[in-house]
């Protein structure tokens, strides 16, 4: 998935700007695509630890795409059809999704393939 979103990305840039990630890349993880799932976990310890690494944010990048963080605005209950009408559990609103829980099961099932 992450490299199909660099395919993407990189549609829209001109070869010269592609040549210019390509070989930063190179340099720094020997891939032009970034580094590699194993080369991340090897870094980080732990597929929790790569993920949570991976939606940290660089507030250089932010500034350069003119990105402000906004947080989450507070969790409403919600039910679940599992728990029946009767009890609430606390979860993302339909406005705020948890990223970092899907992005946890997605990982997780990924590294047990």
Do not use: F
């Amino acid at each position: 998935m992450r490299n199909q979103a660099k395919e993407i990305t990189r549609a829209g840039m001109t070869p010269q700007e592609v040549r210019v990630l390509e070989e930063r890349n190179m340099a720094k993880y020997g891939n032009p695509l970034g580094p590699t799932a194993d080369q991340l976990h090897a870094k980080y310890g732990s597929w929790g630890q790569v993920i949570d690494a991976s939606m940290r944010t660089s507030h250089a990048v932010d500034r350069e795409l003119s990105l402000e963080y906004r947080p989450c605005p507070v969790q409403e209950p919600r039910r679940t059809k599992a728990e029946g009408p009767h009890l609430e559990r606390w979860g993302p609103s339909a406005s705020c999704p948890a990223p970092a829980a899907t992005a946890r099961v997605t990982a997780t099932a990924v590294a047990s393939r």
